[in-house]
């Protein structure tokens, strides 16, 4: 089995900042990409950002400029810091571990974190 635990979420005031973690453990043997949801309420999970494992990205156009993903293949771990937040950012962040195997021989898998609540107050 393949775990996910978010750290870092909380309240900050609008222009602050925070520093999401999320650290995949478990039996695994690769993953395609890792990277970060969130739902505000009332409204559907959209994609925040995503990392690859060579490294590419695709940032939702929202938070271009303000956030930033990287990782460390090594501890499978991504790391999402989050600048210039703004009240609409509040949300339920959930970590995501996209086409997971965990031997050479098994499918592909997807696999979330339990979310972290971030609160932006203006």
């Known amino acids: 089995q393949v775990q996910l635990v978010e750290s870092g979420g909380g309240l900050v005031q609008a222009g602050g900042s925070l520093r999401l973690s999320c650290a995949a453990s478990?039996?695994?043997?690769?993953?395609?990409?890792m990277g970060w949801y969130r739902q505000a309420p009332g409204k559907q999970r959209e994609l925040v950002v995503l990392?690859?494992?060579?490294?590419?990205?695709n940032y939702a156009d929202s938070v271009k400029g303000r956030f930033t993903i990287s990782r460390d293949s090594a501890k499978n771990t991504v790391y999402l810091q989050m600048n210039s937040l703004k009240p609409e950012d509040t949300a339920v962040y959930y970590c995501?571990?996209?086409?997971?195997?965990?031997?050479?021989?098994?499918?592909?898998?997807?696999?979330w974190g339990q979310g972290t609540q971030v609160t932006v107050s203006s």
């Open positions: 995501a571990a996209k086409g997971v195997r965990q031997t050479v021989l098994t499918a592909l898998r997807d696999y």
């Open positions: 478990g039996s695994i043997f690769s993953i395609n990409a």
């Open positions: 990392i690859t494992s060579y490294g590419s990205t």
